[in-house]
């Protein structure tokens, strides 16, 4: 009997009545609801970042984005080849825009808004992506708390409603690590050459940027793990990286170097336009905080969030694979750090051209707030019942999430 059990081919199963029919219309549920934790982050966006979009006037970049972007493309390449090479590409961007629909703060600033927009969807994408790999539970809202906490935060809204290409940044930020992580997964050249063209699409929108590809190679350094004695290949969000993914992942930096480089020549040959930054000093570091908490009371919510984040699910455990912790702690203080400590020598620390490391937090902190949840349920489990531990496991986020709401909203 135990044999015939544990083989379902031995015993015949009667068909349950309609079970053929919720078999068809069980994907036809998922995939609505699959797409919900996407849309629903970005439709908020949306309507936050769009809300009185033309309300304020243009400001002194706005009108440089002006200036440069309706000269004829001819000129505007002239133009970068003397100043603000490092802003070429978006001026060629804004060019047909400002072209067909004028030069109006409306017409200008919805570029930013649906590139905004995106990225938060993506975050989403990106934070269910790696909460599955990561092992956390309810991987779906963490995806989803990801995309509205980015919505939610005032600096998330105000790029998008300028028009500068840094919501593009965050965007193209986000898309480069989701092909990341794509590419471990999958192996296929094709998955690393898109990996390669958005990270080159990040660094042309913003050149600091391009320090998003050493977080990259720290957490391949982090998560690699060597392959079994038999020589099999789990997938590599499951635990196991070869040492062919650090080649092709520095294959793919070369390549986007290499297009990058004229870019970078003009730009350092253009660096007394920076002459304006001033060195870094601890307000410079508090503003980053701020800007990145939402408001200044919830640094330390985020601060505490962002280390449960870290710990949540398998967590930075070396040869656990690129999961969610592994990702986003390096991606958060990698850049502004490095950026940070340049400036002390040679300023060149702006904070709105580390805004692409905004998303790396926000995940952080969602991941903390669904582990802070099951921390809880583990803590009152025997004690009450299954359902009221349901319950009462989420009160701590959801107070956490209200707090966060309150504070954003009175910023």
């Known amino acids: ?121 993506l975050t989403a994408a990106l934070g269910r992506r790696l909460a599955q790999a990561s092992g956390l539970p309810a991987a779906s809202a963490v995806g989803m708390i990801a995309g ?69 190679g720290v957490s391949l350094l982090v998560a690699r793990w060597p392959k079994p004695a038999d020589g099999a290949a789990g997938p590599a969000t499951a635990g196991r990286l070869s040492g062919s993914v650090l080649k092709r992942w520095l294959a793919a930096c070369v390549a986007a170097s290499i297009v990058l480089s004229p870019v970078l020549v003009f730009s350092f040959r253009q660096s007394a336009q920076l002459d304006w930054v001033q060195r870094p000093n601890m307000q410079s570091v508090m503003g980053l905080l701020q800007d990145f908490s939402g408001a200044t009371a919830l640094i330390p919510v985020a601060g505490v969030l962002a280390v449960l984040g870290c710990i949540a699910g398998r967590g930075l455990r070396r040869g656990g694979g690129l999961t969610l912790a592994v990702i986003c702690l390096p991606w958060f203080v990698l850049p502004p750090s490095l950026l940070l400590a340049v400036s002390l020598v040679h300023p060149v620390y702006v904070d709105r051209y580390i805004l692409f490391c905004v998303p790396a937090l926000v995940l952080l902190a969602s991941a903390g707030l669904v582990w802070l949840a099951r921390l809880t349920r583990q803590r009152i489990a025997g004690r009450v019942s299954a359902r009221r531990a349901t319950v009462l496991s989420v009160v701590p986020s959801a107070a956490l999430a209200v707090l966060i709401v309150v504070s954003v909203v009175g910023a």
């Open 1 to 121: 009997m135990r044999g015939l059990r544990s083989d379902p081919a031995a015993a015949p199963v009667r068909p349950r009545p309609n079970a053929g029919r919720a078999h068809e219309q069980r994907p036809a549920v998922r995939r609505p609801l699959g797409w919900l934790v996407v849309t629903v982050p970005a439709l908020v966006e949306l309507v936050v970042g769009g809300y009185r979009i033309s309300g304020p006037s243009f400001w002194r970049d706005e009108g440089y984005t002006i200036t440069g972007s309706q000269r004829p493309v001819s000129a505007i390449f002239a133009l970068v080849q003397h100043e603000d090479a490092f802003h070429g590409l978006y001026l060629l961007l804004m060019h047909p825009v400002i072209a067909i629909f004028g030069r109006s703060e409306t017409a200008l600033r919805v570029p930013s808004l649906i590139a905004m927009c995106v990225a938060v969807g």
């Open 148 to 216: 509205l906490l980015l919505a939610a935060l005032p600096v998330t809204t105000r790029y998008a409603q300028e028009g500068r290409p840094y919501a593009l940044t965050v965007l193209f930020a986000v898309l480069a690590t989701y092909l990341l992580v794509e590419a471990c997964a999958r192996g296929a050249w094709r998955w690393w050459a898109l990996y390669s063209a958005a990270l080159l699409l990040t660094g042309l929108f913003d050149l600091a940027a391009v320090l998003l590809a050493a977080s990259h």
